[in-house]
């Protein structure tokens, strides 16, 4: 049943727009090319043996050391026929420029947070969006913190500080780098501009 | 006495008028874990809302990616934390499914027990406090009392009431107790009969009807297409559960009914909610007959599970395999995978991505009433600003879980 | 001409002429489990972790031996054959060979069997023990063990904490007799002063009677040691290594330019220590002594903050009133001295700043030489003596002529980077102190800092990128670890802040305008690619 699915965007789309799939631990997944990302979630919508009536989730992932660099995964599923896909495009360079992706909120009314959210988080631009502003951050936030140059421990003032406050130096002496991420002691994410 | 406009004829009149912006919110007390809702009003119908979420942002993603696997575990309590339980076990579902290991049957009934008891807890509040916003007082206390017979079996067996952190990957931090059936068998029926007293009070109440049936429907098209799972889409008449559709732990083994409701108004859903509490209760009765006394809780891994404290003391190979699961993190596989649950307020799903290592490379927690809290400006919109109120009670949203 | 293969696990990996299985699938990064086995040291096969299947040509019968198993059914042992399996580190490659490694259960079963027998009579030390976090017994427990202690008896008893020299402390129980550190000595050192003693589960590790372990090398003891028996007294209880980060850089002590990497911990940003890295053509898998306690320097002596005729003060001032002081001063009067401990692009800043302000007398500070042996270390104790002369174009003039020709009234201002100087300090700080201005843009508190009229705090080799050339005439870059420390900035920034405040501008703005602008060392006969395991990150062999 559920290779199917696969096989139905394939033989419909060829290898120029479903550029990579697999079904890890189960999970079908097709890599789209960005620009028909609205095309190919029309047509799972649509058509009759496909039904994605719902989109379950919309997120973004940070590929740090990929290019494209950044990913916007969508995960979807059909009430009538009880099938699920995720569907997944890159965009974005080194620098997170040109990461630009069509909206899905002209085929499903409810990426409209989901895609806010993605956006707020990695800086992802929808194209078509009727509202893309931060939802989860304040307005005035600056940066993205779900990529990975982003430092947990960044702080963010909005209003100053008082005089004579050491605001700073009570914070804990934590960098970027916490220590617990053992397994990944050679990867460097925060790059400086010396 | 005669009314002293008799003479004034209405139509005549041209009172400028401009929609009036509201506040509504962050701190409210209707507002449940702080949301802000901007109201532009015609008197007191709303022409237009602006949703605004994302005070109770934390920084769950980012923070998770900072420790290892097991240590996500008191960052997804916190975020539903009306049904901790629940999150617990989504969460360790899903890294399970990327890792490809089944926990023992034993531990998949404990959890399905200990879940289902989340999941009641959670409606119970839900409902309590959209009566009581109602001005239904009684109730909440009631229901909240049969809260805390829950609390109590949960304190019990995981030593917190709300935020356990109670579930591993691979299994369950510790083994149910002994007393563990028969406090749940013990408290299964107050919490029931509390229950349907408090729906006594309301079901038929004409003040709680009038206010909520009704108000605010939502067809199940639009349901579907605003994503919404769980009670609220129940209730727009979607028969969708994910015990049903994909059976995850032993939910296949259990015979339960899904309670769907028609309109899809605040009546609905708070109906959805009470019925399935008494279907909770008909699955835990059941899990509680089926679940094996005896054998193991965890999975038998050394990668993934703890050795027993005193070989860790006395044994390098214990002491090893402890020093590898604490300071470099579980072993999980390269890859992504979603793992979902159907969590009190609908389909918790988590999507996460793993580099090989200890430490997630990425956890996206789905939460159910992000997507929910997303239809609200619709389902107010043209209604009334006391319809807000119901409204926004019988949706259910976690301030934890939908900001994250 | 494409190299020769052979096949383990069915995949075909390439080998050079008188590499062993193991050798080469270390170079292919295929992982084989070793202990003792080591690139840099020979063949000592005594730990039987690299065993593995090796099928026999076709056309002969395998070497199999009868052992006895237990059969669970019958409950008694029966004779079972199994295949002979052969140490990957000793058998020599040859044509058409074919090794089984993760695909044989014999294998598997092997590797479990010594890993078994390696923790037997293992401490339980890994929360005091210094090799927690990289340790191959952790790792290898995790990934070819995983079972728990069969044996319920005390383990045998050692002597712990035994001090080998003024350097290492020796812990016999953890101790798996490999014996790299006795190879070691006696390959390397050429100083065989560890030997092994007893055997069977007596073994340990003792230094020759009546010596200590004392030569120049000894730390590298401890680096060898694959568990936890060798410890630097240094090192030893100072940090976990699971929170230290390790950035590749260049060890200072000498111009043999060993590769290094720097240990800190980026929460606290400290430097731990020093660890070799390995490079085929410098330092193959070692460092010296000195330089792995130079990582000290970093925060040792360190000038805190600009001092103006001994005041503190800030940076701003120190580079005005060296801007001023510089600026109309008869040209022929000013030196600028460059630093052989100083990176590529500090000299280079400094040439570039001299060429634009018009100073043509360039002379040359560093460390007094030393101690040079012919193992790795050089006399010459300055990482950088002949990048100085490659981004100066030449030689510049010694120290010595530069205090000569301010006693001779010749130079009466100096610019000045660096630290040391290789003359007897007080003589030289009496000598500098007759300067009418002495601008010094150094790390270290010494002659220079002391003399200097007005003295700016420097970046150490760890708070900055830099480019080192070696006496070989290798330019190494050393990465960044730390953040600046104090009012620290790097050289090359202040120079580049002097000059623009003398009014002229300087060609470049950032780091990687000076790396492209500078000079490169003239190519050599191509350089063999240094032999590291494909998994690149900073694991090196003898970890």
Known sequence: MAKKLLDILQERFGASVILETHSHVGDDTAVIAPEHWREVALFLRDDPRCKMSMLVDLCGVDRFDQLPRLEVVAHLHSIELNHRLRIKTRIGDEACNDAVVASLVPVWAGANWFERETFDMFGIRFDGHPDLRRILLYPEFVGHPLRKDYPATKTQPLVPYREGDDVLGKLAPFREDEGLSFGRKHLDYVKEDQ | ?404 | MPMPTFKIDGKEVPYEDGDTILMAAYRAGIDIPYYCWHPGLSVAANCRMCLVEILPPPGRPAMMLDVLELDKDKGEYVVVRKPKLQPACQVPVTPNLEVLSETSPHVARARHAVQEFLLLNHPVDCPICDQAGECKLQDYWLEHMRTSKRMHEEIIHKPKGVSFGPTIVYDAERCIVCTRCVRFCSEVVKDPVLSKRERGNLGEIIVAPGRQLDHAYTLMTEHVCPVGALTSKDFRFKARVWFLRSAPTICQGCATGCNAWLDFDPRYQKVYRHRPRDNKNVNQYWMCDEGMLSYAAVSENRVASARVDGKKTTVERGVSMTAASIKDVPKGKVAVLLSAQHSNEDNFALVTAAKQLGFDNLYVTGKAPGKGDDVLRHPDKNPNTAGVTLVAGSSPKPFGDLLCDIDSGSITHVLALGSAVPVEEAAAVQALKRLSFLAVVGVWDGPLAKAATVLIPACSWAEGEGTFVNAKGMAQRSAKAIQPVDDARPAWETILRIVEATGETMPFKKLKDIQSAMPAPAEKAPEKKAEEPSQAGEASASN
């Open chain 2, 1 to 404: 006495m005669e009314p002293l406009d008799l003479e004034v004829d209405d139509s005549s009149l041209e009172l400028p008028s401009d929609p009036m912006q509201l506040m509504m919110g962050p701190s409210h007390p209707a507002m449940h874990g702080t949301v802000r809702i901007v109201l532009d009003l015609s008197g007191e119908t709303v022409l237009k809302a602006d949703v605004q979420i994302g005070y109770l942002h934390r920084g769950f993603e980012k923070s998770c990616e900072r420790g290892t696997w097991n240590q996500v575990f008191p960052y997804v309590d916190r975020c539903n934390y009306s049904s901790p339980m629940l999150n617990n076990v989504g969460y360790a579902l899903a890294v399970e499914k990327l890792c490809g290991l089944t926990v023992p049957e034993r531990c998949q009934y404990y959890r399905v027990i200990m879940g289902e008891l989340a999941r009641i807890a959670d409606h119970l509040v839900c409902n309590a406090a959209m009566a009581m916003e109602l001005g239904a007082f009684t109730p909440f206390l009631w229901w909240t009392r049969a809260r805390e017979m829950i609390y109590d079996i949960f304190e019990e067996e995981t030593g917190a009431r709300v935020t356990h952190s109670f579930a591993r990957i691979g299994g369950m931090a510790d083994p149910p107790n002994k007393h563990f059936k028969d406090a749940v068998r013990a408290a299964l029926p107050k919490v029931l009969a509390a229950n349907a007293e408090g729906v006594s009070l309301l079901q038929n109440n004409r003040i709680f009807m009038d206010r909520t049936m009704g108000v605010s429907p939502i067809s199940a098209a639009d349901a579907i297409a605003l994503s919404w799972t769980g009670p609220c889409l129940r209730s727009a008449g979607v028969p969708y559960d994910v015990r049903k559709a994909s059976p995850y732990l032993v939910y296949d083994r259990f015979d339960f009914d899904v309670p769907v409701g028609t309109t899809g108004d605040n009546y609905d859903r708070f109906m959805v909610r009470v019925e399935e509490i008494t279907q909770s209760a008909r699955i835990i009765e059941q899990a509680l007959d089926q679940m094996p006394d005896d054998g193991p809780v965890n999975v038998d891994d050394p990668r993934f599970v703890f050795p027993d404290k005193d070989d860790v003391y006395t044994t390098i190979e214990a002491t090893i395999r402890h020093f590898k699961i604490v300071m470099e993190g579980v072993p999980v596989p390269k890859g992504e995978a979603y793992g979902y649950t159907e969590a009190a307020n609908g389909e918790l799903g988590f999507y996460i991505v793993s580099d090989g290592s200890g430490t997630p490379y990425r956890v996206r927690i789905r939460p159910p009433s992000f997507a929910i809290v997303g239809g609200l400006s619709k389902l107010i919109t043209g209604q009334m600003i006391p319809d807000i109120i119901p409204t926004f009670g019988s949706l259910n949203m976690i301030g934890g879980e939908c900001d994250h």
